[in-house]
């Protein structure tokens, strides 16, 4: 803990949206800390980010949703 691999990590995939052009990214991730990234991915970087949660029509209807990062448990 505390040595900034989620920042790293949107360090990234910052990067990699910049240089190659990626428009999506999924986050899998325990369900403790999906909004744990959910803040780290708003205080680091400007892209849209969605939790998606609830039951299976709820999640279908969230998939659908245009986003850049995706968190899933």
Request: no cysteine; proline share 5%.
């Amino acid at each position: 803990m505390g040595l900034g691999k989620t920042a790293q990590t949107l360090a990234a995939t910052e990067l990699l949206a910049r240089e190659r052009g990626i428009q999506k990214v999924l986050v899998v991730a325990p369900a403790s800390v999906k909004y744990q990234w959910e803040s780290e991915i708003k205080k680091f970087t400007g892209r849209p980010v969605q939790v998606i949660d609830g039951n299976p029509e709820a999640r279908l209807d969230q998939y659908a949703e245009p986003t850049f990062y995706r968190l899933v448990n």
